[in-house]
């Protein structure tokens, strides 16, 4: 019933509408009954009390007439619902039949169509399986032949490239026949030029050492007499100094620029006194410049001389 009445709104709201208009007229009635004269207390408590039973028994029944025309009521409008329900779910029933029918109807139609493009598809198939067979057919036929033109072609070509590589082998024979020859000539060519370069070289190279040793032994000349001279002059401006002791041999080494200029003088191993070697010092400062060379080719920046003073 809950349920129902949730379904239909406007039933609660006739339902509550009709109990208000009973009660309203139930009240307007009871206000509106005439009173009897008042004859005495106790007269008027039986008269009240009896118009009291006679008025709730109409309002019973009042509200007995009108709960049965509100049950009345509710009961039409629960039939009209339910008439309207059992219309709606025959219609949907019917639509729903309708759309199965019509669903049945396209898949049939689809199927329909299927079928005759299946069948469609394995004729289609059946034709290009007999078309590839005529084609492979023809194909292996061409094929045989191409085999057959093939291996003619082959071999007429190997005929030929057999005369090719022996006609080949024969030039590449000669050829090499006559490489070698000349490989042979130019190497003993060859052979004899570098044995005539090799001769004329040992004879360069021995001018040359010949010539080296003579430049050499004239160089050296040149130099021990032109270290003679420097030792010459470092010996004129020596001056033996007092309590000079031995005069030792001293290595003298000197430090020249251009022209002779003394720039630097050092000692190598001089064991004398230090006022002897002060004075060798002293005797190569005053040789400055030093005599030059005979030769541009022997002078030497740094000169180291064996000195000994003369007695």
Known sequence: MIETLKQNPRAIIFSVVIHLLVIGLALIEFSATPSKPVVSKK????????????DQKQLDKRKQEAQKQLQAKKDKLEKQRLEKAAKKRKAELKKKKELEQKRKQEQA??????????????E??????ALKRKKAAEAKKKAEAEKKRKAEQARKKAEAEKKRKAEEARKKAEAEKQRKAEEARKKAEQARLQAEAEQRRKEAELKAQIA????QRELDSKRNKYYSLIREKISRNWRQPANAGNKPLCEVRVVQGPGGVILDVTFGDCPGTREYRLSVEAAVLKSDPLPKPEDPELFERDIVLKFKPRD
């Open 43 to 54: 007269g008027l408590v039986d008269q009240t009390i009896q118009a009291e039973v006679i």
């Open 124 to 129: 289609k198939k059946k034709q290009a399986e």
């Open 212 to 215: 080296a040793e003579e430049r």
């Open 109 to 122: 139609k689809k199927k329909a169509a299927a079928e005759k493009k299946r069948q469609q598809t394995a």
